[in-house]
């Protein structure tokens, strides 16, 4: 059983999540219903990973009774206009084939066209009517979380951002945290680039475990819900085996030491990236 964390508007989500980026057609849906079938709970998608009907597919075919599970979905920059934000919205339910979708986020800020506050309030006013059930955002900065709460007085549930152990976003974690808004991880692992870093070889060695599986737990302590992505069965059951051990305060330590100020992925800043 995955533990959850209780999210700010009441609701629970699992503490560790399946990424399907880039997953889609016969091949992703054949993934993710292994990863259902392997136990993941929370499942994360988004417009512009164009894999929500291939999610939608996984869940009906999985055998998994829908209650059990949290969709995720993302509105893309391109329709961070109120109206456009609705519709797409509902798109997305209708690709995902449900009624609700569990949990609904802007992907990312776009702040040069200023549109995100818009498309939070829309939002909002979906979540009031019932078609979206949890909300939140992707790739907010402080400022970015500061305007849309002083404009609509409601607070994400979610910030989904990039956090692995070569950028570890500890202001960020901290701020989220201050307004009680969970962590989500994109990239968990980095894209492999740090599982082969000394310290987490260290780490694996003394705790039996695979890197992955120690940077995943790295992240669970962290107080994160990390969201692996992995097409293989063996590799899914191996990200979801990290609640039987725990790292201890210097192995924490050792690989919270890695983070670096450029540890970015790509050059995609939320304070000027533009994703449409």
């Keep these: 059983m995955i533990p959850c964390h209780r999210l700010n508007d009441g609701y629970d989500l699992p503490a560790i999540g399946f990424g399907t980026y880039p997953l889609r057609g016969e091949a992703g849906v054949d993934a993710i219903v292994s990863a259902l079938q392997a ?33 995720t979905s993302k509105l893309p920059g391109r329709h961070h206009g109120y109206a456009h934000a609705a519709a797409c919205a509902q798109e997305s339910a209708y690709r995902l084939g449900v009624e609700q979708i569990d949990l609904y986020l802007i992907h990312w800020p776009n702040p040069i066209t200023g549109h995100y506050a818009e498309a939070w309030q829309a939002l909002v006013d979906l979540r009031h009517s019932g078609l979206l059930r949890s909300i939140g955002v992707s790739n907010f900065l402080p400022e970015h979380l500061s305007r849309i709460i002083a404009e609509t007085g409601i607070t994400p549930a979610v910030n989904q951002i990039e956090l692995h152990p070569r950028f570890t976003q500890d202001q960020q974690r901290q701020v989220d945290a201050e307004l009680g808004i969970l962590t989500e991880s994109w990239s968990p692992l980095g894209r492999a680039s740090a599982l082969a870093d000394p310290a987490i070889a260290t780490v694996a060695e003394q705790t039996g475990r695979t890197p992955g599986q120690v940077v995943l737990r790295w992240q669970i302590q962290l107080g994160c819900v990390p969201l692996p992505k992995a097409a293989s069965p063996a590799r899914q059951a191996e990200n979801l085996a990290v609640f039987d051990f725990e790292l201890d305060d210097a192995q924490l330590a050792a690989i919270s030491a890695m983070g670096a100020a450029d540890g970015r992925l790509f050059n995609a800043d939320p304070a000027s990236h533009e994703e449409m």
């Design 39 to 71: 136990g993941y709970r929370l499942i994360d998608s988004a417009v512009n990973y164009e894999n929500e009907g291939a999610v939608g597919e996984a869940i009906r075919r999985s055998g998994v009774p829908r209650e059990e599970i949290t969709i």
